[in-house]
């Protein structure tokens, strides 16, 4: 019924998330232009920004998806009260409890597998040797 609202309530938190964390990576980057040498010995990883920005595509993917399912089902119209569900107090009662169970169920299953998505990542860049070992290993062929 309205279960996509959760799935959008927190990619709105996130999104607001992503924005401040990115606004200060930008400004460490700007206080630490300076140190180019300890820049350049740190390991390669992933910027935290990046990875929120993954979440955020999964949740406002995954929302649009839904609302536009609840749009074929005839779920949502185009006029007021706009969710079928509100029309009355049984349904609203309805609705809010499954935007409580399925709704939250979804938006934890989704958070569940961008941590995966996370831990795998960062798993695949402390893999990945550093330059200076790639390239004596080409070189010493």
Same mark, same amino acid.
């Given at each position: 019924?309205?279960?996509?609202?959760?799935?959008?309530?927190? =990619?709105?938190?996130?999104?607001?998330?992503?924005?401040t964390v990115k606004? +200060?990576?930008?400004?460490?980057?700007?206080?630490?232009?300076?140190? %180019?040498?300890?820049?350049?010995? &740190?390991? *390669?990883?992933? +910027?935290?920004?990046?990875?929120?920005?993954?979440?955020?595509?999964?949740?406002?993917?995954?929302?649009?998806?839904?609302?536009?399912?609840?749009?074929?089902?005839?779920?949502?119209? *185009?006029?007021? *009260?706009?969710?079928? %569900?509100?029309?009355?107090?049984?349904?609203?009662? %309805?609705?809010?409890? &499954?935007? =409580?169970?399925?709704?939250?169920?979804?938006?934890?299953?989704?958070?569940?597998?961008?941590?995966?998505?996370?831990?795998? =990542?960062?798993?695949?860049? +402390?893999?990945? *040797? &550093?330059?200076?070992?790639?390239?004596?290993?080409?070189? =010493?062929?």
């Amino acid at each position: 019924m309205a279960c996509f609202l959760v799935l959008a309530a927190e =990619a709105v938190v996130t999104t607001i998330i992503t924005k401040t964390v990115k606004k +200060k990576e930008r400004e460490l980057e700007a206080n630490l232009s300076g140190a %180019a040498e300890a820049k350049a010995d &740190e390991a *390669p990883r992933i +910027k935290l920004s990046q990875k929120l920005s993954w979440l955020n595509i999964m949740l406002w993917g995954g929302s649009l998806l839904l609302m536009l399912e609840h749009i074929w089902h005839g779920e949502v119209v *185009p006029w007021f *009260p706009f969710l079928t %569900a509100a029309a009355s107090a049984e349904e609203t009662r %309805a609705m809010l409890h &499954e935007m =409580a169970t399925v709704g939250v169920c979804m938006a934890l299953l989704v958070t569940a597998v961008w941590v995966c998505m996370v831990l795998a =990542a960062n798993a695949i860049v +402390k893999r990945q *040797p &550093e330059p200076s070992e790639q390239e004596d290993k080409e070189f =010493a062929v």
